[in-house]
């Protein structure tokens, strides 16, 4: 297989994982397990084997225990629809995940993330931002590839659940709450992107205000109406003009995919991606070789999916469906 130069990384083999077994910016147990789920079924041993990548892995699924405290009552936000669940816990797991990606971008490497809920993400994007932006002098554009805009303010959240907030965090719509500063008040000091730097690909359920906070600042966002209209092919040219040649954090939000290739997630949403379509996103971006860094989130080996689905099947499908996207995204192709 011949490799696809990197125009970011020094050395386009050296790939640095981060497992991070965090499910508490959302409701439902199982997420966290979704990294051992995706080693067990040989991720790591596809990725050096057959892509031909040096893993620099520590080793571990992190739970950050030491930094969760033992006491996270809600917080209520003044005017909001619903208190943010657990956020000293996920404010101070997405500090240390900030780190570690930080680390591992620092020294040239591909960074892989696998989650993990969606609220990693506060960390994997500052973290990747930080280190690009100062290794590179480019700052990265973000292609979220879900279901969901994840773009809620604590204010107009209707759940608390932090999984829908981490872009309006990262881009400063919602910053460190006055009712609790330390939450998120480590983010103030990083970076914040540039909502202008960040596309969207597959949404289908967004909510009234999250749809205005797209249309107020002028977010670039490919619906799956768009995915129909156009089809993936010409949706990912739009995409790659959008992003130019600038270095490109992919963070892929399983749900994106149509609940029959991705039944086990936290939050379903039918009229999604075909399996073909999230691999062929993968695909042209890593075609691009301005990858610098991958999130897959939102893999729940506990959740079944749809009764229909044989029992046990789900999740296996699910997970084979996220190696599936991890491969395209780092080199694999059909030829
Ligand atoms: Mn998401």
Redesign the pocket.
């Known amino acids: 297989m011949t490799s696809t130069p990197s125009n970011y990384l020094p050395d386009p083999k050296q790939l640095g994982i981060v497992a991070v077994g965090f499910s508490l910016g959302q409701g439902k147990i199982g997420v966290d397990a979704a990294p051992k789920a995706l080693i067990e079924a040989g991720l790591f041993t596809q990725l050096s084997d057959d892509l031909d990548f040096t893993i620099h892995h520590d080793g571990k699924v992190h739970d950050y225990c030491s930094v969760i405290p033992s006491s996270d009552p809600p917080l209520h936000i003044a005017g909001g629809k619903a208190p943010m669940l657990n956020p000293r816990t996920v404010s101070n797991v997405t500090r240390e995940i900030s780190k570690q990606v930080y680390t591992q971008a620092a020294a040239g490497r591909l960074v892989l993330t696998l989650g993990g809920d ?1 609220s990693i993400a506060v960390g994997t994007v500052s973290g990747i931002h930080k280190a690009v932006t100062e290794r590179t002098g480019q700052e990265p554009y973000v292609i979220w590839v ?1 279901a ?1 805009a ?1 773009i809620n303010t604590p204010i107009v959240s209707g759940s608390g659940n932090i ?1 829908g907030m981490p872009l309006a965090f990262l881009t400063n719509l919602a910053s460190a709450p006055k009712e609790d500063p330390e939450v998120f008040g480590w983010l103030e000091n990083t970076h914040k992107i540039d909502p202008k730097k960040l596309v969207y690909i597959g949404l289908r359920d967004v909510d009234k205000a999250e749809k205005k906070i797209l249309r107020e600042h002028g977010i670039k966002a490919f619906s799956m109406h768009d995915v129909d209209r156009w089809g993936i092919g010409r949706v990912m040219d739009m995409v790659m003009e959008y992003v130019g040649n600038a270095p490109i954090h992919l963070s892929f ?1 399983v ?1 994106a995919l149509d609940p029959l290739w991705a039944p086990s997630t936290g939050t379903p949403v039918r009229g999604g991606l075909t399996l073909r379509e999230g691999d062929f996103i993968c695909e042209c971006v890593h075609a691009s070789g301005n990858l610098v860094a991958m999130d897959l ?2 893999v729940n080996p506990h959740i079944e999916g749809e009764p229909q689905i044989v029992q046990g099947l789900g999740a296996q499908e699910t997970v084979r469906a996220g190696c599936s996207l991890v491969r395209c995204a780092l080199g694999e192709s059909l030829l």
């Open positions: 969606h879900d969901h994840d999984h939000d749900d989130v939102e």
